[in-house]
C-alpha cells in the first residue's frame, strides 16, 4: 500500500528535492522527476544512476517456485530472527519502523501493529501479496535512500549485509544513519568470516547435506544460487565495530548464533521433506519424479510443493505443530552458544549523534 505516513518522507532519490502529489504522480520540486504513485502496492524510486553491483534477488529464477509470493507463520529460522527481533529493537505505539532490503516483506506483516509506522525497502518488486495489501513499500536502492534524514526511530536489516561490497556496505549504514534519528536503534542480522571452533559442527551438517543430495535425497541448489552473489567483507566481530563507527553507530548489544540444532533442522531434515514433497508433486503431473533441476517440470513440481506445504502449515494442524515444536528446539543454539563469539551475530546498533547536524536539526 502507499499511505499518506510514507508520502510525507519520500524525497528524491536523485537530488532529495521535496515529492509533491499531482494527480496519480509524485514530482520532485528539484529535478522534476516523475514517480507513479498509485495502482501498484508501492512506490518505485530507484535512481536514475545506478550502482555497479546488484544482487541475485532480481533474478525471477529466485522466486519460480513461488515461495517469496505469500506470508505463512514465521517458523524454523525465520521465527528464531523474528524473535530476537523483537527481543533487541522492542518496537513500541509511536515508531516509525523501517525494513532495510526487506524481501518479499514478510517480517513486516508479522510485526504489524497499532500506532506503528512500518515501511518496507527493497531493490526488487517481488513483493508478498499481503505486504502489499498491508504495508508501505518502497522500491529503491539501500545505497541511496529516498527518503528524509531522521525519518525513522527505527530500523531492521536482515541477510543483507553480507551481500554488499566494503564500499557500499558503508554507504548502506551511512543511509542507514541519515535516516534515523539522533539515539535510533537499527538491529542487524548478518556474519563475519572469522568462526568459532564450534563451527566445526555446522561443516558437518553442510558434508552431510552434500552427501545426500548426491543420492537425490535432498536439493540444494537454490541455496547455492541465493548464496552465490555473498561477498562477507566483515572479517570479524573487531571489524563490525569499525565500520560501525565509521558509519555513525555503535554496537550497543551483540548476541552470536551458531546454529546446530538449527542447521541440521534446515539444511538436512527441512530440505529432504521439500524433495519428498516435490517428487508426490511431480508424481501428480504425470512426470517421473526426478525431473532435471533445470526443467519446466521440475519448477512446477517445486511450485506446487510449495503449494502444499503452505496449505499444511496454514490448517494449523500437526504439521505447523511438529514445526513449533522444532522451532523450540532450535532455540537451544542461542541458550547454549549465544555466547560464545562466532560468525553469525545479532547486534543492535546505536546512531550517535552528529555534532552540529543533529543540534541544527533540533533547534527550534
Known sequence: MISQALLDVVRCPDCRGAMRAESDELVCAGCGRRTRAAGRGYLDLRPVETFAQSTKYLDDEMHADGRHAHVTPP??????????????????????????????????????????HLLGVD??????????????LLVGDLRQLPLEDGAFTKAYSLDVLEHLSREDLLRMLGEASRI?????????????????RIAIGLRAINFLA?????????????????????????????????????????????????PLVGGFA????????????????????????????????????????????????????AVYAGLVALTWLMKLDLLLFGRIKSGPFFALLERMPVEGVDAAATRP
Open 75 to 116: 517458523l524454523l529460522t525465520a521465527a528464531i530472527r523474528n524473535d530476537m527481533l523483537r527481543s533487541f529493537l522492542r518496537i513500541r505505539a509511536g515508531d516509525r519502523v523501517i525494513d532495510l532490503g526487506c524481501g518479499s516483506g514478510r517480517v513486516l506483516v508479522w510485526n504489524l501493529a497499532p500506532e506503528v
Open 123 to 136: 531493490v526488487s518488486t517481488h513483493f508478498a501479496e499481503e505486504a502489499l495489501q498491508r504495508c508501505d
Open 180 to 196: 534515523l534519528s539522533p539515539g535510533g536503534a537499527f538491529f542487524v542480522y548478518s556474519h563475519v568470516r572469522k568462526n568459532s
Open 210 to 258: 552434500r552427501c545426500l543430495e548426491r543420492i537425490g535425497l535432498l536439493d540444494l541448489s537454490y541455496e547455492r544460487f541465493r548464496k552465490s552473489d555473498h561477498r562477507n567483507e566483515l572479517a570479524d566481530i573487531d571489524d563490525l565495530h569499525r565500520v560501525a563507527g565509521q558509519s555513525g553507530f555503535r554496537v550497543a548489544r551483540i548476541r552470536y548464533y551458531t
Open 266 to 317: 534446515e539444511n538436512i531434515l527441512k530440505k529432504m521433506a521439500e524433495r519428498l514433497m516435490e517428487r508426490r508433486a511431480a508424481r501428480r503431473r504425470g512426470n517421473s519424479g526426478e525431473p532435471s533441476a533445470a526443467s519446466q517440470g521440475a519448477v512446477a513440481a517445486r511450485r506446487s510443493a510449495r503449494v502444499d506445504a503452505q496449505r499444511l502449515i496454514g490448517n494449523r494442524g
